[in-house]
């Protein structure tokens, strides 16, 4: 079964300053899906970007980038001039190409704006 | 917009008690599953459904049963509450285009004494 690891449970950073939250994966299969979702304290779950895993190219959304190392099944995600509205838990996500579509969530980081 | 509504946000109820929590959808989605939330735990999902009167189990399906009758409605259902089901339920939708985003409503966080 495929697991996801958010090894960061709790993350801060200063309005304006650029922050990464890490994720790694445990998968045997070639083909996936990954995603970022954000949750802020409206508790609606938001999609912030997503990836290929066949595409080798990051992909970007905005001020939002990812940093995806195939080989070594991490999936960061790059905030860049961090917003006081950025503040929320964000989840990592898994979605297998064949079988059940399901979400398969990391632990979640919950990222502190700090003015 | 997609819209998922969960019709509530906040319960409370007793150990033993049949609670029902319900989610419908807007935009004819054929995907509707339940996740539960909890801290450290992230997202863990309950039960899913690809179509009416269609459910599968997810990773914890114990002491959840689901239903649904109508494309737009999906129920989750909890036979007789425990205090260790007291946590978040968020429900989503999905279209049946491979790697379409979930669209998930508000939550309802249920307390069970």
């Known amino acids: 079964a495929q697991t996801v690891t958010q090894s960061q449970p709790e993350m801060s950073v200063q309005e304006a300053e650029t922050v990464t939250l890490s994720c790694t994966y445990d998968t045997s299969e070639s083909d996936y899906y990954l995603f970022w979702y954000k949750q802020p304290p409206s508790r609606q779950m938001i999609l912030v970007i997503r990836?290929?895993?066949?595409?080798?190219q990051n992909a970007t959304e905005n001020r939002f980038s990812v940093n995806f190392q195939k080989a070594a099944k991490s999936f960061s995600l790059k905030i860049s001039d961090s917003q006081l509205g950025d503040a929320a838990m964000y989840f990592c996500a898994y979605l297998r190409v064949q079988g059940a579509q399901k979400l398969v969530f990391g632990q979640g980081t919950r990222l502190t704006i700090n003015p | 917009d997609v819209k998922v509504t969960q019709s509530s946000r906040y319960l409370v109820k007793r150990t033993g008690e049949k609670v029902f929590l319900e989610c419908v959808q807007d935009?004819?989605?054929?995907?509707m599953f339940w996740y539960r939330q909890d801290p450290g735990l992230g997202l863990r999902l309950i039960y899913f459904s690809y179509d009416v009167k269609m459910k599968e189990k997810g990773d914890i399906p114990e002491g959840y049963s689901v239903s649904r009758e109508k494309k737009e409605r999906f129920s989750l259902i909890l036979e007789s509450a425990s205090t260790n089901q007291t946590s978040m339920y968020l429900c989503?939708?999905?279209?049946?285009?491979?790697?379409?985003?979930?669209?998930f409503g508000n939550g309802t966080r249920l307390t069970v004494t």
């Open positions: 989503a939708s999905s279209s049946t285009v491979w790697n379409s985003p979930l669209h």
């Open positions: 990836q290929e895993a066949y595409k080798q």
């Open positions: 935009m004819d989605h054929e995907n």
